[in-house]
């Protein structure tokens, strides 16, 4: 056998190394390659189990969300079922307080009078406080706009509070720019409820000193913004407190409540309503140096001016003594049928009452009414179901339609939407007040009396 030479022996030797090496390094590659295969696996495993964990966490923070949504839906619901079963008899206690106050009383009795009426007129804001949450979370708080006189508004509030800050000997006072004092478009209830209760909030607070109102507004980028800068000297509120001024439900002090009493809800409210109409509240304040409230609003230039000048008292009950109007009351509660006969009892009227839907509509079709005061919940038939029947029966008649204004104690926006669009002309919110009753009458009646107008002219002359 040839012995391999040098050379050849060096190449074999070389050969066995890198076959040895090579040998080792698929082994090495394998090894990783299926350490690397193992570690894919697992991490497939883990993602399918991290995926399956979101998933089953996702279904249940969305049935935890879909029950809190239901628990929230309940509890409006709830709050202004209450709101309804409170405001009726709450009727009866302020519309009879009333009542009694226009009668010949004794000092003694007239105060006690007075104060049932202002306690009643506390829970009813009470009962307003709950019904605006539970409106702003079913989200069913409408803002209105329309065309209203921005002094006009600002000149009633100041005659509002004026004798509250006069009782406490502060100086009150709202000024307006000469920008402000013009009209816009815009929803002036929910502009006068944000603009009272933060006048109101620096009355209440401040002891001595002063609460001034400045009202501006400017130019935006689109439309207007309307500024509402209540400044008092009263206590003022410490920094680290700001925070949870806005909270519902909250006061930033137990002895607060105990002194000034109160729901904690109003600023809370505001602030929404304020964000509803594209602006916010701002607070600057720090203890025992007075605080200054910023109330912004985006409102819009009014397109029409309102020349007509609100109806007044005089002219309301002038209106409604003008003739022995005919009144059909569709009203199941007795307590309310009094209220409404002791707040109308100074005129001439033809009230006519029946008990329930039903005999509404029988009623309406076998008179002749001037206007129909319709009561919404009522046995057998509702206001509502009423109005639609009665609405029927004048078409397929050919008659003229009869006003009819609802009595409810249901006041969510959508609810009077609900009634306008059955055929009602307008609603009255229980509880009743006496005021806006007559006014409400007589703006119902007005048409009818200026078209009798000429008549009653020509018989006088006979």
Known sequence: MKTPTLSEQVSRRR???????RQ???KLLDDKSRALWEANQKLTSQADALERTVTKRTAELNKAMQAAQASNQAKSIFLASMSHEIRTPLNGVLGMAEALSETDLSCEQAEMAATIVES???????????????????????????PFDLSALFAATKQLYALKAAEKNLIF????????????????????????????NAIKFTANGQVLVDVDLLQADQGLKLIVRVTDSGTGISKHKLDDLFQPFNQLDPSVNREYGGTGLGLAISRQICNLMNGDIRVESEFGTGSVFTATFSVAPAKTVETALPQ????????L????????????????????????????????????????????????????????????MGGVDATINIRHHETCLGRAAI???????????????????????????????????????????????????????????L
């Open 312 to 319: 007044t008292d005089q002219h309301s009950q002038e209106i």
């Open 120 to 146: 009643g007129g506390i829970l009813l804001s009470v009962l307003n406080d709950i019904l605006d949450v539970s409106k702003i979370e079913a989200g069913q708080m409408e803002i209105e706009n329309i």
């Open 15 to 21: 050969y066995e190394r890198e076959k040895k090496a």
């Open 321 to 380: 003594a003008s003739q022995k109007w005919r009144i059909l009351v569709a009203e199941d509660n007795r307590t309310n049928q009094l209220v409404l006969s002791k707040q109308l009892k100074d005129f001439d009227l033809d009230l006519t009452f029946v008990g329930n839907g039903q005999l509404a509509v029988d009623s309406a079709l076998e008179g002749e009414y001037d206007m129909i005061l319709m009561d919404i919940n009522m046995p057998h």
């Open 173 to 200: 006072d709202i000024h307006l720019s000469p920008a402000a004092q013009t009209w816009i478009t815009g929803d002036p209830v929910r502009l006068r409820q944000v603009a009272g209760n933060l006048i109101s």
């Open 24 to 26: 080792e390094a698929e």
């Open 403 to 461: 006003p009819i204004i609802a009595l409810t104690a249901n006041s969510m926006t959508h609810q009077i939407t609900g009634y306008l669009a059955s055929g009602m002309n307008g609603h009255l919110s229980k509880p009743l007040k006496k005021a806006i009753l007559l006014r409400t009458l007589a703006d119902t009646l007005q048409p009818t009396a200026q078209k009798k107008a000429p008549e009653t002219k020509g018989q006088r002359g």
